[in-house]
């Protein structure tokens, strides 16, 4: 199963602001065993959302949706959402509850009364506004829950606020309450050599070959400007240590008999 990632905002894109869910999102998956496969980045454009949204939910795959699900007009996630899915939106009832609880934890922190008619505690009931059949997601910050969504592809997005502080916290919990049967707690092994004067193309056969004969992943990391070792490629193995050794062994093996000239070896858990 793939994980993915969308990350909404014209505010990321403008540069007003600098994602850090990409990284987030990396490390709470690689602490689980797991790798993120992909990652869509997204303008407050509600045209452009449905279809990411659209494309998600039909993928398959696992898929953290991070904002605009809040209730200002430059909000449009959850109204996407709802279309991508061909489904009305409705009040969440338990979004509800949560909702009307922190309305009146902040009317109790400022020493007033809770108004739950007043219009801007009937506006803020929009954020439980979920596509029919959503599931909500408990936020541990202020309450106000995000939802998860299952499509016709069984793609399952699970979308959460913007606010880090808010939102990994959330997509920790969803890792851990749903996907804990995906977790790998296997040693995880990389052994790569630098590799000087050869051209990628060049080196491609071998690592067909070796990824042919071998349970591991190739990998080939160009660089043309390194400070130390100019222009090189890093080309390595990763995968279980039981594989991964034999694997390399065989590598270092086919690049000396190709007369390349060979670097540093490098070793990464």
């Known amino acids: 199963m793939n994980f993915g990632a969308i990350i909404i905002g014209d505010e990321i894109l403008s540069g007003k602001r600098a994602d850090k869910h990409l990284a987030k999102a990396i490390e709470l998956l690689s602490a689980r065993g797991l790798s993120l496969a ?4 997204v303008g407050d454009d509600p045209e452009r959302i449905t279809q990411t949204l659209q494309r998600a939910f039909a993928s398959g795959d696992v898929v953290f949706s991070f904002g605009g ?6 909000d449009h996630t959850r109204q996407c959402a709802g279309r991508a899915l061909g489904l009305p939106l409705v009040l969440h009832p338990q979004a ?27 506006h803020r009931l929009n954020m439980g506004m979920f596509p029919q059949g959503a599931d909500i997601i408990p936020n ?12 016709q592809g069984r793609g399952h997005v699970h979308f959460v606020p913007g606010f880090p502080v808010m939102a990994w916290p959330m997509v920790a919990a969803v890792l851990d309450a749903r996907y804990a049967h995906l977790f790998v707690h296997e040693v995880y092994l990389e052994r790569s050599v630098i590799v000087f004067g050869a051209m990628e193309s060049a080196l491609t056969p071998l690592m ?3 990824e042919r004969e071998h349970a591991i992943k190739v990998f080939s990391l160009p ?3 390194h400070p130390e070792w ?13 594989a991964v050794e034999p694997a390399f ?3 270092h093996t086919a690049l000396c008999a190709m007369g390349m000239s060979l670097g540093p070896e490098l070793v990464r858990n």
């Open 96 to 122: 509800e509850v949560l909702i009307r609880e922190r309305m009146q934890d902040v009317a109790r922190e400022q020493g007033l009364p809770y108004e739950p008619d007043r219009a801007d505690n009937v």
């Open 140 to 151: 541990p910050y202020n309450k106000i829950p995000g939802f998860s969504c299952a499509g």
């Open 249 to 251: 062994a065989a590598l």
């Open 69 to 74: 699900i809040g209730a200002t007009p430059d």
């Open 223 to 225: 660089s043309v400007d």
């Open 208 to 210: 067909e070959t070796l």
């Open 38 to 41: 992909y990652a869509d980045y």
């Open 230 to 242: 100019g222009r090189h490629i890093e080309l390595g193995v990763k995968g279980a240590p039981a």
